[in-house]
């Protein structure tokens, strides 16, 4: 168990409809981040999140958006949704002090599979 | 830009025997860190290894190890005593020791154990 929690594990939704996904970090873990990993296919960055504000924006749809909230938790917001964007959604958590600690290594949840039909 | 290479689609080794999976990199950076992930068929991304490229001792954790050879940027991952529940997909991953804590992965090497 990473420490990473996600909700929910699977997800149907029908094409045009938004979801959210939720992640709780590790304890004292102030980064987040998020992943996409289509099938067969690696990680996809999409964002990330440090202390309740955007750090670093990867290849995150305009359709997608994302926040931090003061006790840490992420939310991901995918709206008008469309069949390629079915794949599996990682958050993963650092403590993100940027010095050379311990810390940095980064820990995945285990990810909430959405289909979209 | 930081660039992660895992030449071995795939790599298939008999059950107890050892395998090296293969990883090399590009940075123009001196401090930094690489990651081996484990992603099994559940699809959970599992942390393997990781090396710190300020240290010149390579990385263990018991049947996982590392061959860290900075100067040549590679980072081979040795699985000994192959079990079927190695059996998975591995990814390496590199990060920078500056702020910007984004990983770079490379594309994957799935790794099938023979019983």
């Known amino acids: 168990d990473s420490g990473v929690t996600q909700t929910p594990k699977h997800l149907i939704t029908a094409t045009g409809q938004r979801v959210t996904l939720r992640c709780s970090p590790r304890s004292g873990d102030l980064s987040v981040y998020w992943y996409q990993q289509s099938l067969d296919q690696g990680l996809q960055f999409l964002i990330q999140?440090?202390?309740?504000?955007?750090?670093a924006k990867g290849n995150i749809l305009e359709r997608f958006s994302a926040q931090q909230f003061p006790d840490l938790h992420s939310e991901l917001n995918l709206s008008s949704l469309e069949l390629g964007d079915s794949a599996l959604y990682f958050c993963a958590s650092s403590v993100g002090t940027g010095a050379l600690t311990s810390g940095n290594t980064i820990y995945f949840g285990e990810g909430s599979w959405l289909t979209v039909v | 830009a930081q660039t992660v290479t895992q030449s071995q689609p795939e790599m298939s080794v008999q059950e107890a025997e050892t395998v090296t999976l293969s990883c090399t990199y590009d940075?123009?950076?001196?401090?930094?860190?690489l990651f081996w992930y484990k992603q099994p068929p559940s699809r959970q991304m599992i942390l393997v290894i990781r090396?710190?490229?300020?240290k010149q001792q390579n990385a263990t954790e018991n049947r996982f190890s590392v061959n860290f050879q900075k100067a040549a940027k590679s980072f081979s991952l040795k699985i000994s005593d192959s079990q079927l529940g190695d059996a998975a997909m591995y990814f390496c991953?590199?990060?920078?020791?500056?702020?910007?804590?984004?990983?770079?992965w490379g594309a994957g090497t799935k790794l099938i154990i023979k019983p």
């Open positions: 090396q710190e490229a300020y």
């Open positions: 940075t123009s950076e001196s401090d930094y860190y």
């Open positions: 991953a590199y990060r920078s020791a500056d702020s910007n804590y984004q990983l770079i």
């Open positions: 999140y440090y202390n309740g504000e955007e750090r």
